[in-house]
């Protein structure tokens, strides 16, 4: 059965960074063709999709936010975590990670159940 | 960026009744070479993460009642609720997976009338 779950501060100030983890079990991000995604929905908005890691380690990232974003794995750990820097309020949003589906499929087949980071002074 | 649009922002069946969303990409999402539509469909019910219903455009996730279906290719495509019933309601989105960033259509409402 295959679990994630995010973690990290629910609430930041301006300018500061954000690091969120997901950890997750019954899946291993070092097997061939697994992957693990970052998406956001502010309140009442529609999902945005952020960023990607996968089992080979190659990486894709959202362009409006790449300067700001990094996504790494730690197979050893099961855990990928995702750093945003020089937050702002507009990125108040719940932050779910989730698993690809299967390889050569970027749709996300299990999410985590969220995390709600508000940026706020 | 691929944009994606989806119609209507919100609708309103009557139990037992069709339900129809459509969602326009702005650029093919159709891989030729192996001849399939890189779109997905989710069901996101109130305080709860997205589910996946529908992959490949009309390939049902397991597990999903079969009154859903997906139909469409290239760039227009269409999620249909044959007899909607009351666990249905939730926002629907589209996403496409073609390119990155993979994107999500902006939801449609599905309420009871």
């Known amino acids: 059965q295959i679990t994630l779950k995010e973690s990290g501060p629910t609430l930041v100030k301006p300018t500061q960074t954000l690091t969120l983890t997901c950890t997750f079990s019954?899946?291993?991000?070092?097997?061939?063709?697994?992957?693990v995604g970052w998406i956001r929905q502010p309140p009442g908005k529609a999902l945005e999709w952020l960023a990607f890691?996968?089992?080979?380690?190659?990486?894709r990232y959202s362009p409006s936010l790449k300067s700001r974003l990094t996504i790494t794995k730690d197979t050893s750990k099961n855990q990928v975590v995702l750093t945003m820097t020089n937050m702002d309020p507009v990125d108040t949003a719940t932050y779910y990670c989730a698993h690809r589906k299967e390889s050569g499929l970027d749709a996300f087949d299990i999410w985590g159940q969220g995390t709600l980071v508000t940026v706020s002074s | 960026d691929t944009v994606m649009t989806q119609s209507p922002d919100s609708l309103a069946v009557s139990l037992g009744e069709r339900a129809t969303i459509n969602c326009k990409s702005s650029?093919?999402?159709?891989?030729?070479?192996?001849?399939?539509?890189?779109l997905a469909w989710y069901q996101q019910k109130a305080g709860q993460p997205p589910k996946l219903l529908i992959y490949?455009?009309?390939t049902r996730e397991s597990g999903v009642p079969d009154r859903f279906s997906g139909s469409g290719s290239g760039t227009d495509f269409t999620l249909t609720i044959s007899s909607l019933q009351a666990e249905d309601v939730a926002v629907y989105y589209c996403?496409?997976?073609?390119?990155?960033?993979?994107?999500f259509g902006g939801g449609t409402k599905v309420e009871i009338k």
């Open positions: 996403q496409q997976y073609y390119s990155t960033p993979r994107t």
């Open positions: 019954g899946f291993s991000l070092s097997t061939s063709g697994v992957g």
């Open positions: 890691i996968y089992w080979d380690d190659d990486k």
């Open positions: 650029q093919s999402v159709l891989t030729s070479s192996y001849n399939k539509n890189y």
């Open positions: 490949w455009a009309s």
